[in-house]
């Protein structure tokens, strides 16, 4: 049961305070958008439950286990980065593989989570394709597919659909769903866009200024916004 808990966390940068004291609960399971305007802190948050930035201050517990300290490999979460970054002299297949075989892990074990990560992101008849031949989606998912086959608990996305045009944003967000459906571990998702926010999340994080205005489920966030900026935000008449 991966569910994420952060407790008292602040984070600070020299003289610049980012994040002056935030509680969240991730649910096991949910699809938690975190959304809010540019600079307000998004990605500082992901990057310390991912382990790539330390708090200053506060607990991170991840299924229970606090991680505060713990190495970003010793976590259980995988995270999406909005650039791909795959290996373009590598192929499909090698790109998904890649972080399985730095980990030793035994060839036939791998062969079977790479075609398991291709079947739910329909890139089976990509795999001996370079990044160079494939569409911008096609990319994202191959992306995605070295997140899944590490089998983490907890998907960590930052911004991942920013660099896709319009159609194939709506295209992804609904792949998104689907990925969220068919394999269960809790997502934590962060967007500066209130359309893939309000279309994805079960449960929605606004964000403003490092500190949460307010938590909720979308309509819930529509129908009751409990400041004038997340009216605003979200978007619901006021
Ligand atoms: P968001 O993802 O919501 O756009 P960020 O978390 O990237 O916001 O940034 C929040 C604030 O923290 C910004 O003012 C940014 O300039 C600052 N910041 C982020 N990372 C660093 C860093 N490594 N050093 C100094 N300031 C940083
Ligand atoms: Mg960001």
Known sequence: MADVQLAGIIKTFGALTVIPGLDLKVPHGSFTVLVGPSGCGKSTLLRMIAGLEDPTEGEIRIGGRDVTDAEPSDRGISMVFQSYALYPHMTVAQNIDF?????KMPAAERRERVAEAAR???LEDY??????Q???GQRQRVAIGRSIVRHPEVFLFDEPLSNLDAALRTQMRVELAQLHQSIGATMIYVTHDQVEAMTLADQIVVMKAGRIEQVGAPMELYDRPATEFVAGFIGSPR
């Open 99 to 103: 972080g399985l075989r730095l980990a």
């Open 134 to 136: 494939l569409s911008g």
């Open 127 to 132: 795999l001996d394709r370079k990044p160079g």
């Open 120 to 122: 739910i992101l329909s």
